[in-house]
C-alpha cells in the first residue's frame, strides 16, 4: 500500500498563474483534508471531504477551490497564485475524521 | 485564545531522560486527542492517540489526559536523538469532526 500520494512534491509558480495539487489514497477512507502548514503557524485545514461527494471549507478556504473527483482522489486548485500561499501542503486521510494519515506534502512557492 | 496550545519550545533534554510535552485544549467537549511526530522536511506521523482520562502507554512513549483540567501530555521515556522531531499536539473539538492541531513544540535530544 502506498497510503497517501501527493503530487508534484514541489512547485514555482509566479503570482496570478494557476494550478492544481494532486492526492490520492489507497485505504478506501471516507474523509480527505487538505492542510497548510506554514512556520510557527503548525497544520491549518484549508478544505475538507467527509465523504465521496461532499466538500465543505475549512479555517483557511480563501484562494483555493476543491474536488473529490471519487472516494480515492482530492485535488486543490489555486486559480490564481499568490505570494501568500507560498507553504507547505499536505493532504491527509481517514475513517472516520479523526486518526488521520498524511501524504508526504508539496512545497510550493509563489514568486 | 487558541483552541489547541502547545509551547513552541525549542525543547532540550539529554539523552536517556524524559521528555514531557504538554498540550491545552480549550473545548471541553472534545473527544479525541493524537500526538503526532514530525521531523524536519517531512510530513506528520501518527504515535499515539487517547480517548479517556489516564494513561496509556505504548513503548517508550505514554500520553496522559486529564478532560478536567483540559490537558493532554506525551511523555518520552529513555529519550533518543532520533526522538529529535516536533510533536504535534491535535484534538477532535466536539462541533466538528475534523482535528485542530497546536503549533506544535521542537524537541532536541541531546547525545
Known amino acids: 500500500n502506498a497510503g497517501v500520494t501527493q503530487t508534484p512534491k514541489f512547485q514555482v509558480l509566479k503570482t496570478g498563474q494557476s494550478m492544481t495539487l494532486q492526492c490520492a489514497q489507497d485505504?478506501?477512507?471516507?474523509?480527505m483534508y487538505w492542510y497548510r502548514q506554514d512556520p510557527g503557524m503548525g497544520l491549518r485545514l484549508i478544505y475538507y471531504?467527509?465523504?465521496?461527494?461532499?466538500?465543505d471549507k475549512g479555517e483557511v478556504p480563501n484562494g483555493y477551490n476543491v474536488s473529490r473527483l471519487n472516494k480515492r482522489e482530492f485535488s486543490l486548485r489555486l486559480e490564481s497564485a499568490a505570494p501568500s500561499q507560498t507553504s507547505v501542503y499536505f493532504c491527509?486521510?481517514?475513517?472516520?475524521?479523526?486518526?488521520?494519515?498524511f501524504g508526504p506534502g508539496t512545497r510550493l512557492t509563489v514568486l | 485564545q487558541k483552541e489547541v496550545e502547545q509551547n513552541s519550545g525549542p525543547l532540550s533534554v539529554p539523552e536517556g531522560a524524559i521528555a514531557s510535552l504538554n498540550c491545552t485544549y480549550s473545548?471541553?467537549?472534545?473527544?479525541?486527542f493524537f500526538w503526532y511526530r514530525q521531523y524536519s522536511g517531512k510530513s506528520p506521523e501518527l504515535i499515539m492517540f487517547?480517548?479517556?482520562?489516564g494513561d496509556k502507554e505504548d513503548g517508550r512513549f505514554t500520553a496522559q489526559l486529564n478532560k478536567a483540567s483540559q490537558y493532554v501530555s506525551l511523555l518520552i521515556r529513555d529519550s533518543q536523538p532520533s526522538d529529535s522531531a516536533t510533536y504535534l499536539c491535535?484534538?477532535?473539538?466536539?462541533?466538528?469532526?475534523?482535528?485542530?492541531f497546536g503549533s506544535g513544540t521542537q524537541l532536541t535530544v541531546l547525545p
Open positions: 491527509a486521510s481517514s475513517e472516520r475524521g479523526d486518526e488521520q494519515f
Open positions: 485505504m478506501n477512507h471516507n474523509s
Open positions: 471531504s467527509a465523504s465521496e461527494g461532499t466538500t
Open positions: 473545548d471541553r467537549g472534545s473527544q479525541s
Open positions: 487517547i480517548y479517556s482520562n
Open positions: 491535535a484534538v477532535t473539538l466536539s462541533s466538528a469532526r475534523q482535528l485542530t
